[in-house]
């Protein structure tokens, strides 16, 4: 049944005279209103060293009727960073995560990863969510979006380049250093499977066997040249602060749009489209080949 006019005014003031209460701004829709910030430069990371040990981790992946589960509690059994943390207030927390994805996955045409939405999982249960709600001046429509890891905001990330949402949620901005390490990756072989997009294609970090060689995988993506456009948005040269300071050069590395390529790997030796992370922006993908499933989505279903 559809809601009337009245009712859905009537939510809204409730759900900001809630977030009120417990010190949140939220705006006419009851969304949290994002932090207002004016730097224009990126900046070195700062990452806090993963220090703290973690032997609560859960997580399970099964096949059935030709979909891949991934339940887990979202805790990494990787060392992590301190939270909270200087740059992050949030405590780490167990999660219910259950994930859903086609054994076969169809590339279709590309789409970007909406800001609600996670770009895939871990094999250890840890989602990857590239983007960040930080935007210039606080206005989500000045179409100016801070890079995670450009630096210009700090966001408390750790060593594993991850960091913490407000409801717990620990998750990766960046190349998943411990989970990388756990599974034996090095710079001399083919990367491992480090885990599966929205889609259900495969993940991998970095490196892959192409004729017989194995190669690292690089971005396409490079800083554009010159100033940013002069006007309401930020001044300044293009340098990594925004995600808007990059762009796609076809061909200036070996991976797509996406951060993919197809290949044969050693769980796919048959060929498969496949996602890789990388050490250049966009490092984790922010876009999908094929249909993203539903259980990827941030909002509460």
């Not at 992050?88 to 789409?111: C, D, E, L, W």
């Not at 790997?265 to 048959?270: K, L, S």
């Amino acid at each position: 049944m559809m809601m009337k006019s009245k009712d859905n005014i009537r939510v809204a003031v409730l759900v900001i005279a809630i977030l009120t209460a417990f010190g949140i701004q939220a705006d006419a829709q009851g969304r949290p209103t994002p932090r207002r910030h004016t730097v224009t430069e990126a900046e070195p990371l700062n990452l806090v060293k993963a220090t703290q040990s973690n032997s609560n981790a859960r997580v399970s992946i099964q096949v059935t009727n030709g979909r891949r589960i991934i339940r887990s509690n979202g805790l990494p059994d990787h060392a992590v960073g301190r939270f909270p943390n200087r740059g992050n207030p949030h405590r780490i927390k167990a999660q219910n995560y259950s994930f859903s994805m086609p054994m076969t996955p169809r590339v279709g045409q590309s789409k970007s990863i909406s800001r609600s939405s996670l770009f895939g999982v871990a094999v250890n249960g840890v989602p990857f969510d590239p983007g960040t709600a930080e935007v210039w001046k606080g206005n989500r429509r000045s179409g100016w979006h801070y890079e995670a890891l450009g630096g210009a905001i700090s966001l408390g990330l750790d060593s594993n380049y991850a960091h913490v949402q407000p409801n717990g949620a620990y998750h990766y901005h960046g190349l998943p250093v411990g989970l990388m390490q756990e599974l034996g990756w090095t710079s001399k072989a083919a990367s491992p499977l480090i885990g599966y997009a929205a889609d259900g294609f495969p993940i991998y970090a970095v490196t892959a066997t192409v004729n017989g060689a194995v190669q690292k995988m690089t971005s396409s993506y490079q800083l554009k040249s010159g100033a940013r456009p002069r006007g309401s948005g930020p001044s300044g040269r293009y340098d990594g602060a925004f995600v808007e300071d990059y762009t796609f050069v076809a061909g200036s590395g070996t991976l797509d749009q996406c951060n993919g390529t197809t290949l044969k790997t050693a769980e796919y030796p048959n060929g498969t489209y496949a996602y890789f992370l990388t050490e250049h922006f966009p490092v984790v993908p922010r876009c999908l080949v094929g249909q993203a499933n539903a259980s990827f989505s941030k909002r509460p279903r």
